[in-house]
Structure formats: C-alpha cells, structure tokens
C-alpha cells in the first residue's frame, strides 16, 4: 500500500512503517509547495492511498465528500518524530481494516 508523508511531516517516519508499506514523502516525489487539493489529485493519480499529515485544517481545507485519497491526520502534542512514531502502529491498522475511510484523525492521549 502505497502512503504519502506530506510537507509538516518528519520525513524520517517513513522508515518506521512496515515493510508492506511504501512510504514517500512530498519533497522525494517533487511537489513541494503544491496545494492540498492539487496534491490529493496527484496522490491519487499516483495510485497513493492516503496522504499522512499533522495539518489540522486540512479537513477545513477540502470538500471531505470528495476527497480522491484518504487523509490521515496525526494529532500530538508536538509534530516531532518520537511523537509521531507511536501513531504508525495506528495508522497502518486503521488503512488495512477500512480502507474506504476517507478522513482519519488519530491522536496520541496526552
């Protein structure tokens, strides 16, 4: 299954996802700077399944009943790799048992 890391997100979490992901980020794929809705578009064109993000406002952003990828929004404390990393083993489980699921939100409890 293919995931997309976008910009706000450490590009260093990708390699703690499970092998049976392929984990690439905006910047390795070249559409940095893109917009969301340009970016969901693309993603999806690309055959990404969803696109992993710490930007909350996305979901304000984007007609969710149109979204052409799922977006997965990882909420912590602080947008830091080792906050982040606990939140794979939810995220991969989340995508493999609903993958139809077009808006996610996991949030790590404080």
Do not use: C
């Not at 976008?6 to 990708?14: F, K």
């Not at 905006?26 to 710490?54: C, H, P, Q």
Request: glycine fraction near 4%.
């Amino acid at each position: 299954m293919k995931l997309l890391l976008d910009e706000s997100v450490d590009h260093e979490l990708a390699a703690h996802f499970p092998e049976r992901f392929e984990v690439k980020t905006v910047t390795e794929m070249g559409w940095s700077g893109t917009d969301n809705g340009e970016l969901l578009r693309i993603a999806a064109a690309a055959g990404f399944k969803a696109l992993i993000t710490v930007d909350k406002n996305i979901e304000f952003q984007q007609n969710l009943d149109n979204l052409p990828t799922a977006v997965i929004i990882l909420s912590t404390p602080r947008s830091v790799i080792d906050y982040l990393k606990p939140l794979i083993k939810e995220v991969t489980s989340t995508l493999e048992s609903d993958p139809g699921k077009k808006l996610i939100k996991i949030r790590k409890a404080i």
